[in-house]
Nanobody, 124 residues
Framework: QVQLVVSGGGLVQAGGSLKLNCAAS????????MGWFRQAPGKERDFVAA????????YYVDSLKGRFTISRDNAKNTVFLQMNSLKPEDTAVYYC?????????????????WGQGTQVTVSS
């Protein structure tokens, strides 16, 4: 069993940056693909980014490429999401997720463990 704790959200002005952290406990996530998703009020949970177990492969939703960066530190059992040039439309609850298997996935249904989510609010 893996527990994921997400931190780093908050209120930021448009154009600002935030870095989200996802700390895992219970077992190592070094063999797990990890993903970030977000959910705005009244909308479905959408894929943001994913990273392979080694960190060598990363995937992003096209609209966020160049602004968001996913990374991981397996020694610290932690995954990160650096968000730059934030826009009001990035406002959402951001979730971290882990798969039992290695290949990353765009689908929320493919992930086995979820963090509690952190609110990111971008003001205009």
């Amino acid at each position: 069993q893996v527990q994921l704790v997400v931190s780093g959200g908050g209120l930021v002005q448009a154009g600002g940056s935030l870095k989200l952290n996802c700390a895992a406990s219970g077992r190592t996530i070094s063999s797990s693909a990890m993903g970030w998703f977000r959910q705005a009020p009244g909308k479905e949970r959408d894929f943001v980014a994913a990273i392979s177990s080694s960190g060598s492969l990363t995937y992003y939703v096209d609209s966020l490429k160049g602004r968001f960066t996913i990374s991981r530190d397996n020694a610290k059992n932690t995954v990160f999401l650096q968000m730059n040039s934030l826009k009001p439309e990035d406002t959402a609850v951001y979730y971290c997720a882990a798969r039992r298997s290695s290949p990353p996935s765009y689908s929320p249904q493919s992930y086995d463990y979820w963090g509690q989510g952190t609110q990111v609010t971008v003001s205009s």
